[in-house]
């Protein structure tokens, strides 16, 4: 069973800049699909970002382009969200999601592992 632990939420201000990690336990880590989704209080989850297996891909939502950054290093089966620019909406619950795959994928249905989520607050 693959394990998947988020960190790096916390309270910051606006235009304060963040960073969330997405920890996986599996050695093949490299086959793997990472995307981050988010969930605001009374709002559906949405897709945030996204990076294929290989890295070479990355899709983001349009609310945060230009602003989040994904990134992954797969000799830590580590997944980063570099967000800058922080407004009060990108308040959420933020949660990575890992699939078995090269391409990334859009529906969060099609994502088999997840984990705890992170809370992200954006508040002066």
């Known amino acids: 069973q693959l394990q998947v632990v988020e960190s790096g939420g916390g309270l910051v201000q606006p235009g304060g800049s963040l960073r969330l990690s997405c920890a996986a336990s599996?050695?093949?880590?490299?086959?793997?699909?990472i995307a981050w989704f988010r969930q605001a209080p009374g709002k559906e989850r949405e897709g945030v970002s996204c990076?294929?297996?290989?890295?070479?891909?990355?899709n983001y939502a349009d609310s945060v382009k230009g602003r989040f950054t994904i990134s992954r290093d797969n000799a830590k089966n580590t997944v980063y969200l570099q967000m800058n620019s922080l407004k009060p909406e990108d308040t959420a619950v933020y949660y990575c999601?890992?699939?078995?795959?090269?391409?990334?994928?859009?529906?969060?249905?099609?994502?088999?592992?997840w984990g705890q989520g992170t809370q992200v607050t954006v508040s002066s």
């Open positions: 599996r050695f093949n880590f490299h086959y793997y699909v």
């Open positions: 999601a890992v699939t078995f795959g090269y391409e990334c994928y859009e529906f969060e249905s099609e994502y088999d592992y």
């Open positions: 990076i294929s297996s290989s890295g070479g891909s990355t």
